[in-house]
């Protein structure tokens, strides 16, 4: 039997959306507010989703608390409380935006999974913004 579980996580972070190729006036211009020079932060919510066959012994697809774990240790501990921009190579050379953030967090998490596990990751980025990457 497949199933998919899903664990929550949640963390603060900052950033600007600044593309140094462009003139100041493209970036307002595309970015309004959120290229505000001294930053801005987010309370990011994060549901991390594997799909993969039951284990009959255990009725899991995977311990939920490990997954907790995994997150907390791979995720929550790299970004929490963190400016994005200055603070996070993964975000040296790429726009701190929804969309590349699920996909780096798709990034960090996917080689740690056992193999034939998919993953689809939702980033709530505001109550009203989010983005997903995955398998799915
Ligand atoms: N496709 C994307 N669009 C935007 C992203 C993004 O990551 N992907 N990010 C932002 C900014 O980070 C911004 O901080 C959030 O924008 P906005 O929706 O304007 O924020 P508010 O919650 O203040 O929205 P209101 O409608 O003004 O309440 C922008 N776009
Ligand atoms: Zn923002």
């Known amino acids: 039997m497949i199933a998919t579980i899903c664990r929550k996580a949640h963390f603060n972070?900052?950033?600007?959306?600044?593309?140094?190729?462009?003139s100041q006036e493209k970036n307002i211009a595309m970015f309004g507010k959120c290229?505000?020079?001294?930053?801005?932060?987010?309370?990011?919510?994060?549901?991390?989703?594997?799909?993969?066959?039951?284990d009959p012994d255990t009725g899991f697809v995977m311990d939920l608390a490990v997954l907790g774990d995994l997150i907390r240790a791979e995720v929550e501990e790299r970004f929490d409380h963190k400016n994005l921009n200055e603070d996070c190579p993964e975000f040296a050379d790429l726009l701190p935006t929804t969309e590349y953030f699920v996909k780096?967090?798709?990034?960090?998490?996917?080689?740690?999974l056992a193999q034939g596990q998919l993953l689809h990751i939702t980033l709530h980025e505001t109550q009203k913004n989010s983005a997903e990457y995955g398998d799915w």
């Open 13 to 22: 972070a900052a950033h600007r959306l600044h593309n140094p190729k462009w």
């Open 35 to 54: 290229n505000s020079p001294n930053y801005h932060g987010h309370n990011f919510d994060l549901e991390v989703r594997i799909r993969g066959e039951v």
């Open 104 to 112: 780096v967090i798709y990034d960090i998490l996917k080689p740690k």
